[in-house]
């Protein structure tokens, strides 16, 4: 039986056995997906040697960097020197991040005329997610801005990916031209206050996205959707984001579908 699983620590709170439980089901894909947990102090071991029994894996906080430096990367993963998903290629372990395709392919899916904004995408937040997300725009051939509560490292992000940086205290004018706003913080999330923006300046036609995904709506997506903005929550990139090593491992392209969105969203 072919053997995959996300790697991480801590990691036992991963949705991601429930969301390929779905797929193995659904396409008949005699497999299983693991929690592996690995400390910090055996990653470079672990990921240097890939245990022989895994096809795959998935690797999450906080072993992305390290597990990139010892794997092949391509795409985002080499741009950017982070990997969550890793695949054999005959005796290549090939590594690359999938966060920022699945970004883009969830807008796809629930607000597509999103590509056909032509104002700059307004990125809110310089952490991780944020770097992922503002590299996928960017590669898509988006101009994107970043905003962040500590301007350097939005600014740092920015130069990293190709954007440009704007001070907080300028988001209302960042708002009035962008076509596209991104949350990637964590504010929204159950447990922390709401991102507070005012989104009176953000064009109409605008589309507004969270990748908080606990709870589906979050403060920010309810206001926007109450302006009457289109809205895509944080819980289609976690599942389309799956889709990329899924792919990899088996040969087919997972359907994101109605039954795995109410099976995962069930859990929050
Ligand atoms: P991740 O890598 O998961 O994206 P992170 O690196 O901790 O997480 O980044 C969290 C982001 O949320 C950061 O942009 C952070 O802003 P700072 O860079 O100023 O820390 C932002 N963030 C978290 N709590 C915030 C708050 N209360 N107000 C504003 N921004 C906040």
């Given at each position: ?75 985002a ?7 969550n ?12 991040s999938s966060d920022g395709t699945g970004f883009l392919a969830s807008l796809d899916a629930g607000a597509?005329?999103w ?6 995408a307004?990125i809110?937040?310089?952490?991780g997610a944020a770097i992922a997300v503002a590299d996928a725009l960017v590669a898509a051939?988006r101009?994107v ?35 596209l706003?991104v949350n990637t ?22 589309v507004?996205t969270d990748i908080?995904y ?18 895509v929550d944080g819980l289609g990139m976690l599942l389309h984001q799956?889709t990329v ?24």
């Amino acid at each position: 039986m072919r053997r995959v699983g996300v790697v991480g620590h801590p990691v036992a709170h991963s949705r991601s056995p429930q969301i390929f439980g779905h797929w193995f089901d659904r396409y008949g894909i005699v497999a299983r997906y693991d929690i592996i947990p690995v400390p910090p102090e055996e990653a470079d071991a672990f990921f240097a040697d890939l245990p022989a029994d895994l096809a795959g894996v998935n690797v999450t906080v906080p072993h992305k960097e390290t597990a990139a430096r010892h794997v092949a990367t391509e795409g985002a993963g080499a741009r950017l020197g982070v990997v969550n998903t890793l695949w054999r290629d005959g005796a290549i372990v090939r590594g690359t991040s999938s966060d920022g395709t699945g970004f883009l392919a969830s807008l796809d899916a629930g607000a597509p005329q999103w590509r056909d904004g032509t104002g700059p995408a307004l990125i809110v937040g310089a952490g991780g997610a944020a770097i992922a997300v503002a590299d996928a725009l960017v590669a898509a051939g988006r101009e994107v801005v970043l905003a962040n509560r500590t301007f350097a490292r939005a600014a740092e992000v920015a130069a990293k990916v190709g954007a440009r940086a704007v001070p907080m205290a300028d988001i209302a004018a960042a708002l009035a031209e962008a076509s596209l706003l991104v949350n990637t913080t964590s504010l929204g999330m159950v447990g922390s206050p709401p991102l507070a923006l005012d989104l009176a300046p953000l064009p109409s036609a605008a589309v507004v996205t969270d990748i908080v995904y606990n709870p589906l709506q979050t403060p920010l997506l309810a206001v926007a959707a109450a302006k009457g903005h289109a809205t895509v929550d944080g819980l289609g990139m976690l599942l389309h984001q799956a889709t990329v090593g899924f792919e990899k491992w088996f040969g087919l392209l997972p359907e994101v579908d109605a039954a795995l969105r109410a099976k995962v969203a069930a859990t929050l």
